[in-house]
């Protein structure tokens, strides 16, 4: 079969799953949802199409959570071998930040920022549908690969060389959001991650002796920032600096934290300036899976708290409380078997509470069915190995020390005095000069 053979029978196959998307009786209602909680329900067809695709890809219905994908394959009769294999193929596409270093007569070499792999791919429509996009500016893709080939489903969005730094912060904020993008079609990157997570792993243990550490927010930066040097410079920190940082909060409830809710484009801002910014007081876990990396997690004590008391009811937020775990996809199936094996009770008073009768492997298949599927590794470890977090780190906090600096007089600090930079940290662990 040619090239433009193949092009046209994928654009059939795609077009027949749209088809499906907006005439199926168990889709189309959850699709017209879709569009009128993104306030696009009157657009145009020509735009409904194109917001049919990141629907089809990010979107799983009925109790089985099955992918639009599976629902089509169920209620399409006389499906080819060659659609299913197109249709497998398409399940496993992927949407991510791409560079564009080439423009091709059939498609474009791209550099995926987010798992720094160079792609060429094909385009099913005419190039002269792209003019004025040229090498260096940046593309936000979705391709997919089927028999050694890339092909490209859409571009949503081109943005000029210019805008780097933006685009750098949308990379590496699509990397907290599915950090398994970062290596999944890496294999080079994936070892690297998982030497990174066993080497951690070893310190964390023998930083904290132990693998789970209970502080709350206004300690918690100074925790991590103590590990972190550790790690970078192999210096182990005083017992007396870790202890000091470890702090209980009076009463374990749990409420919703409005600081969480921040956008990509000032998100590195707000991580350097940390928990400790936050206005009110929370517990937090930083917990290490020696098989997934760091977590660093608020209210993870309180759930505990909840399978400790004699009366759950006495935890402020219960409910909300266990459902947040069990709902947010950057809290894996493993956290939730490691408070499952720390407390007997767990199921037992889970499903009193949900009003369920899960076992625990139906209750992860329900609510952490990708983390069950597959390995997914922390944020915070992806982000460890990542170079544009890097380099973005390192240019957001030059400017940060360079505007808290400014007018500083550091000549009577004391090394274990608190930073005058306001940083939380103490002298030596700051801004005196090593």
Known sequence: MSVIEKLSTISETITKLMNFVVNNDIVKPDFNEYLATISAKNQRNTNINALIIPYVFERRLTKERKTIIQLFEENTKDISKQEKEILKSLSKSFSSVFEIRRVLSNGFELYNLVNEKMYKVLSFVKMNNFRGITPGQFALCRIFEMKNEFYLIEITNVLSSINKEEVYKYAIAKIIEKPEDAYEDN????????????????????????????????????????????????????????????????????????????????????????????????????????????????????????????????????????????????????????????????????????????????????????????????????????????????????????????????????????????????????????
Do not use: W
């Not at 937090?284 to 400790?308: A, N, R, S, W």
């Not at 949900?354 to 076992?359: G, I, R, V």
């Open 187 to 434: 294999e080079k990157k994936q070892e690297q991650i998982e030497t990174l997570v066993k080497n951690f792993g070893i310190k964390f243990k023998e930083c904290f002796n132990t693998n789970e550490v209970i502080t709350t927010n206004i300690y918690a930066d100074n925790l991590i920032n103590l590990f972190n040097a550790y790690c970078d410079d192999g210096i182990m920190p005083d017992k007396e600096d870790i202890e000091e940082n470890i702090k209980q909060v009076e009463n374990n409830r749990y409420f919703t934290v409005s600081d969480f809710k921040n956008s990509y484009s000032d998100f590195m801002e707000k991580s350097l300036e940390g928990f400790a910014s936050h206005s009110s007081t929370y517990d937090i876990g930083i917990i290490y899976d020696e098989e997934l990396g760091l977590f660093v997690l608020p209210f993870y004590q309180t759930l505990c708290k909840i399978y400790e008391a004699e009366d759950y009811k006495t935890v402020q937020g219960y409910k909300d409380c266990i459902k947040s775990f069990l709902e947010n996809d950057k809290v894996p199936a493993n956290i939730i078997k490691r408070i499952a094996e720390k407390y007997n009770n767990f199921m037992e008073r889970t499903n009193e509470i949900l009003q369920t009768n899960y076992t625990l492997d139906e209750l992860l298949n329900y609510y952490k069915q990708d983390s069950v599927e597959k390995k997914i590794y922390s944020s915070a470890s992806v982000l460890y190995a990542s170079k544009i977090f890097e380099e973005m780190m390192n240019t957001v906090t030059v400017k940060e020390e360079q505007k808290h600096k400014e007018g500083i007089d550091y000549s009577n600090v004391g090394r274990n005095d608190k930073c005058p930079c306001g940083s939380g940290k103490k002298y030596k662990n700051c801004c005196m000069p090593r």
